[in-house]
């Protein structure tokens, strides 16, 4: 994943200390009955050559990287689906290779939210509702990035096409253009708006992007995007840190949490996936299954998910 990578820089620099929870994510939850949260972790793609003998066996055809990784992750930020509408047979088709808990959370298509920017796109709309509903119960949120550049001007375009999706969707949507942040009034009426139509806002948690981590929340779950840095050790304070936070929403009654694990190099994901279920079993009292990866099972003195590297005491950046 490139949004908000950052280039040639310390990355021992770069305030990541998450802001506190907005006023109104605060007013949220105090709403919520404190119950049984459902927390789904995955990474963005289950087709990756390079997790074979780390991930995968040796050996391991393509056709079989998704079943194999459901065994490890319970869901997906399924990216293939910005750059092509997939057809009902293909999303039955993933969906008879996992259990019945696993959720694939689709990312609408770019013909829609970047080519034509959420305008005039019912018949590709209709195409992407119809490919997406041979999920069926394994049908997660869907995940809307309107393109970087549709900023606070283009907010009713937004609105409407948030309006013309079936109501029993679950959609999250991701914000990039600055102005969605650097302008107060601005910010507000567009989480406003999303809390009144009952639309999760995504937290996209990147070096370069410090202030898409709103820690705006306008449904009662929450989409963490979270993008990694090559296993740097501040990697791992900051997995620290959520897990810290996600355990005070547990506490105040959130329902689901979606964690994505994204890295420039996808290669990494998994073991700071598993580091994460680690850390939320131990702090949170959950009891998610723990990714056991091949290397593992191979050869035990040199598992996949060693030892963290030593946390370093981080700088804020003045």
Known sequence: MKFGKVEDIDLSTVDFSLPPDADATLSLLKKQNPGNTEIFVGCAKWGRKDWIGKVYPQGTKEADFLSLYARHFNSIELNATFYRT??????????????????????????????????????????????????????????????????????????????????????????????????????????????ENKVGSVITDAAGRRDCVHMRLTTPAAFIRFVGNGLHPTDYTRVDDWVQRIKVWIQNGIEEVYFFMHQSEEIHSPELCKYFIQQLNKHCGTKLPEPEFVSQIVSPDTPVNSKPPEKKTRKKTS
């Open 86 to 195: 997939p057809s009902v047979s293909q999303t039955a088709e993933w969906a008879s290779q996992v259990g019945k808990d696993f959720k694939f959370c689709p990312k609408i298509t770019d013909k829609i939210s970047h080519l034509r920017r959420l305008k005039d796109v019912e018949e590709p709309t209709e195409r992407f509702l119809k490919g997406i509903s041979g999920f069926k119960d394994n049908l997660g949120p869907v995940l809307l990035m309107p393109h970087p550049g549709m900023g606070p001007k283009t907010l009713d375009r937004i609105k409407d096409f948030i309006k013309s999706l079936p109501g029993d969707i679950q959609l999250f949507v991701e914000l990039r253009h600055p102005e969605w942040y650097s302008d107060a009034d601005e910010f507000e009426k567009v989480f406003s708006m999303l809390e």
